[in-house]
């Protein structure tokens, strides 16, 4: 990984600003943050209480400290200080990065850098320490929203099931035709991954994804994709699929854990079982993040709680046949995880505060790799503003001329975003549908912030 100036490499158009009252960025920083340190505080406050060892309640009590002060300085628009070393190279790249910024306050930065430099810094308060290093103060909450999906779990798991083990004895063009319809629903199913409607939920014969497809609830929610990209890559994995080609992967640079997760493993599993990739490599973070984001354990956790459902979800109701489609589903998954057709991929880039505009230049290494694939998934909001730049586009410029370096033509990268719309940049829309969305709010983009809507946008850096 290498350092780079933080001016270079990036989008020409200004990042949103925690300093723009109509934005989400400021209400992000006014209204989440300090909502988030209460929360990391009161759960290592509380894992602290647990304890016996005094040197590790010691180290407890510090990191509550710094975290509240941490909130203190945020609330009180202080500047953000140079974050300590704690032994790792990125914290290098967000001091020089902070200094180049000239040291801002909490209410006037760019809203990317800042947000993201709240979990380095946070995370920099439990690397140095004996017993604390590896602890997630977010990890028990993400369990629980886990927990809570239960019943969405159990019934993707029975038409997962369905759905991989059906028969292919149809005509070609209707094989060709059902495959597509099942790739479209598998792929919403992955986007809409942390609100997921049920309607939305694939079925296993032609004429039931027919009327699936024909839906109302199917409708309504394709209705919220505002671009919606998804034809050109079924095209793409299909061909290579047709060619021949024996080793075809498939890299998806994970969002949140728990439910979403799930659902990644849903589209995973089923593209590895149709054989439209023949590897799936996922992409974690390496240090808590954004509260919700996948860190490997997490990953081994919901194989874990797959395996031993009852125990897991403390569900003693599940019938027996819920309890095997579960089970069906960690011994497929675990399958593909030991088979090494899944695997897990780290790489602290995911992590550093810029926008992957970088990526070539920082990166490079991972970028080679990621150019071999077939296609990379990028999920959910953070990722998207980190392609786009957090940028104040016009809604109207082309996706690929706002990821940069990645939607060149020969980028060698075949980039596609699934998100779910959580904050303010939004590129590649019609001419006219954002102020159709803002309505009589013509000052912010306040449509965008919920998650209501979508955005599924795809450039082939390999055509
Ligand atoms: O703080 C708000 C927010 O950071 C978003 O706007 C951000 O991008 C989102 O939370 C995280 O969403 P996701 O998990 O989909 O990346
Ligand atoms: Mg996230």
Redesign the pocket.
């Given at each position: 990984m290498h350092a780079c100036v933080a001016n270079s490499h990036s989008a020409p158009t200004a990042p949103y600003r925690t300093s723009d009252q109509t934005s989400?960025a400021y209400v992000?920083a006014r209204d989440?943050w300090p909502v988030i340190l209460t929360q990391a505080i009161d759960d290592v406050f509380r894992t602290t209480r647990d304890h016996t060892d005094p040197e590790k309640i010691a180290e407890g009590k510090r990191i509550v400290e710094k975290l509240a002060k941490l909130k203190y300085e945020v609330q009180h628009d202080r500047v953000l200080s140079p974050i300590e070393d704690d032994g790792a190279a990125d914290v290098k790249i967000y001091n020089d990065e902070l200094e180049q910024l000239g040291s801002p306050k909490w209410f006037n930065v760019s809203w990317l850098y800042s947000?993201c430099y709240l979990y380095r810094r946070l995370h920099s308060f439990f690397a140095p320490t004996k017993y604390w290093r590896d602890y997630d103060p977010f990890h028990a909450q993400k369990n629980s929203t886990f927990r809570a999906s239960l019943a969405a779990v159990v019934e993707l798991a029975t038409r997962y099931k369905q759905i991989v083990t059906a028969s292919h004895d149809d005509k070609e063009e209707v094989e060709v035709e059902k495959e597509k319809l099942l790739f479209t629903e598998m792929m919403e199913i992955c986007l809409w991954g942390?609100a997921t409607d049920l309607s939305l939920l694939t079925s296993l014969t032609y004429e039931d994804i027919q009327k699936l497809q024909g839906s109302k609830a199917r409708k309504d929610a394709e209705a919220n994709i505002l671009a919606n990209d998804l034809p050109k890559v079924f095209e793409v994995l299909r061909k290579a699929k047709e060619s021949g080609k024996v080793s075809r992967r498939l890299d998806i640079v994970l969002?949140?854990s728990g439910f979403e997760l799930f659902v990644d493993l849903v589209l995973a599993g089923y593209l590895l079982e149709e054989k439209l990739v023949t590897e799936v490599v996922l992409h974690p973070k390496c240090m808590p993040w954004?509260v919700?984001?996948v860190l490997p354990e997490d990953f081994t956790d919901l194989l874990a709680a797959l395996e031993d459902p009852v125990a897991y979800f403390n569900a003693s109701e599940l019938t027996e046949e819920q309890q095997t489609g579960l089970k069906f589903l960690h011994s497929n998954w675990n399958g593909f995880y030991q088979s090494g057709q899944i695997r897990l991929r780290e790489d602290r880039f995911w992590t550093l505060p810029g926008s992957y505009w970088r990526l070539p230049a920082v990166a490079p290494e991972l970028y080679e790799e990621l150019k071999t694939a077939e296609l990379v998934v990028f999920k959910?909001?953070?990722?998207y503003?980190k392609l786009t730049g957090d940028a104040e586009w016009d809604p109207t410029t082309p996706f690929e001329e706002a990821i940069g370096p990645l939607g060149k033509k020969d980028s060698g990268m075949r980039t596609l975003a699934l998100r779910?719309c959580?904050?303010d940049v939004v590129v590649g829309l019609p001419k006219g549908k954002d102020e159709e969305l803002r309505g009589e709010d013509v000052l912010s983009r306040k449509w965008g912030w919920s998650g209501k809507w979508a955005v599924v946008q795809f450039w082939d850096g390999k055509a």
């Open positions: 989400f992000s989440r947000e942390n969002d949140n954004f919700s984001d959910g909001d953070l990722n503003r779910t959580k904050a």
